[in-house]
């Protein structure tokens, strides 16, 4: 049996594999965790709660997961001596598919971000954010049930590729001057100066996964969104290119809005595009004609934090970024340090990514009864302080009681 970070791995569990780009999924599954920092302990508990509740309900002891404690942030640096023990890279890279809480950032150099180097090493090109409303969560809009999309946004390219040269360097100049002398471009010399990839490569696997999620779980449709008007060659060839790989790979199944016209034909999902600016607009103004959204690496970040905002904030937003043969699911909220082992925030952003995670590994029952469970508790109005502050008439629980109360509405199998 292997080990990470000299911890063998458990001998009740049966590692995931991946077989000609397949996930072999076995009734006992090892999934590495790691609980995080602050807040993190006592979301991962509440959470690990509800996720063996949900299986055990959905299949009756005939399918658990044994779960294997990773570590990175501040207890690896406790235990290791190491922010990020490369035990933890292998783990996940060998394990296929994991979850994490919050991890401190330190302040001072030195510690590469857990999630740039996964999803370099691990080659996790999609963040992808669902965003619906739960009835009863306050937010700000008349109708925020109107809102039920799903984001995948490409986690590689763009103005994150860290290509970018600081103003005044040796190598700022030289760029410049190249660009000034070799190209024709106007830049005023006094610039820092940052590139802006985006390929065929990563824009089609990214609208791919984006169609082929819309296909199997009966959305209607996929907007890609962009600012091809003005950044053609980057913005534009992202939509160009998604229009094209509906024709090479798609033309059965999907159909492009200006094909479909008024009515569109039932049973193919509908690819349309968005100038994000407008995309901005559609959300607040004609939520529902919305479904999965495919965008490039900028818009995307922007988009999915103010949908999220929309239904009733980042503390109910759960993501996972994936890959052909990885998944790494996670809270989008910090660790809150503040109110550590206070047994007191709001775990449901770390649920909702465990019912995300479900979803990728096929285990839909799960992941139903997740869903199903924090829909009846928040209705209930047992919330924890956060939505409790917001919320009248309401009862607030701990993290621990708010689990609990998910775990005990959901249905058995
Ligand atoms: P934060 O941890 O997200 O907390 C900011 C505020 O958001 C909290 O004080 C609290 O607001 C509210 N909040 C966050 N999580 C909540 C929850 N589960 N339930 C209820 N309320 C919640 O942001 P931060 O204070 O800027 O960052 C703290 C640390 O987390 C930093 O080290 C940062 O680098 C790190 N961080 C990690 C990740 C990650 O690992 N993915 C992401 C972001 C930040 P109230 O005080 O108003 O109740």
């Not at 502050?389 to 005990?408: C, D, P």
């Amino acid at each position: 049996m292997a080990a990470y970070n000299d911890i063998p791995l458990p001998s009740d569990g049966t590692p995931i594999t991946v077989e000609n780009g397949k996930f072999v999924i076995p009734d006992n599954p090892i999934i590495p965790f790691i609980e995080g920092d602050g807040t993190g302990r006592d979301i991962w508990r509440a959470t690990r709660m509800v996720c063996d509740a949900a299986v055990a309900k959905a299949y009756g002891g005939r399918r658990r997961v044994v779960w294997y404690e990773i570590f990175a942030g501040e207890k690896a640096f406790n235990k290791f001596n190491s922010w990020l023990p490369q035990g933890t890279l292998d783990a996940i890279r060998e394990l296929h598919i994991a979850i994490k809480g919050p991890l401190t950032t330190p302040v001072g150099g030195g510690f590469r971000s857990l999630n740039v180097s996964l999803r370099q090493m691990l080659n996790l090109y999609a963040c992808w954010r669902p965003v619906r409303y739960y009835a009863g969560v306050p937010s700000p809009m008349k109708r925020p049930e109107l809102l039920d999309v799903v984001i995948m946004r490409e986690n590689t390219e763009d103005v994150y590729a860290g290509i970018e040269w600081r103003q005044g360097t040796p190598e700022v100049l030289k760029v410049i001057e190249f660009l000034q002398k070799e190209m024709g471009a106007k830049i005023r010399t006094d610039s820092g100066v940052g590139i802006k990839p985006i390929s065929i490569t990563g824009s089609k696997r990214l609208i791919r996964r984006a169609i082929r999620y819309a296909l199997d779980n009966n959305r209607r449709s996929v907007t890609l969104v962009h600012k091809g008007n003005i950044m053609k060659f980057t913005e534009g060839a992202f939509r160009d290119w998604g229009y094209e790989l509906v024709k090479e790979e798609f033309a059965d199944t999907c159909v492009t809005e200006a094909e479909a016209g008024a009515t569109p034909p039932a049973g193919k999902v509908i690819v349309k595009d968005r100038i994000a600016d407008s995309m901005f607009q559609q959300v607040l103004l004609r939520p529902d004609e919305y479904d999965v959204l495919a965008t490039p690496n900028l818009n995307g970040d922007y988009l999915s934090d103010a949908c999220a905002a929309q239904v009733g904030g980042l503390g109910m937003a759960p993501g996972g970024n994936i890959g052909d043969e990885h998944g790494c699911f996670e809270a989008t909220h910090g660790t809150a340090p503040k109110y550590a082992d206070q047994d007191v925030v709001n775990p449901s952003s770390l649920i909702l990514s465990g019912s995300m995670m479900f979803q990728f590994m096929g285990w839909k029952e799960v992941s139903a009864l997740i869903e199903q469970g924090i829909t009846r508790t928040i209705a209930q109005k047992r919330v924890t302080y956060d939505l409790h502050r917001l919320m009248e008439g309401a009862t607030k629980v701990k993290t621990s009681e708010f689990g609990a109360a998910i775990a005990e509405n959901m249905d058995g199998a």
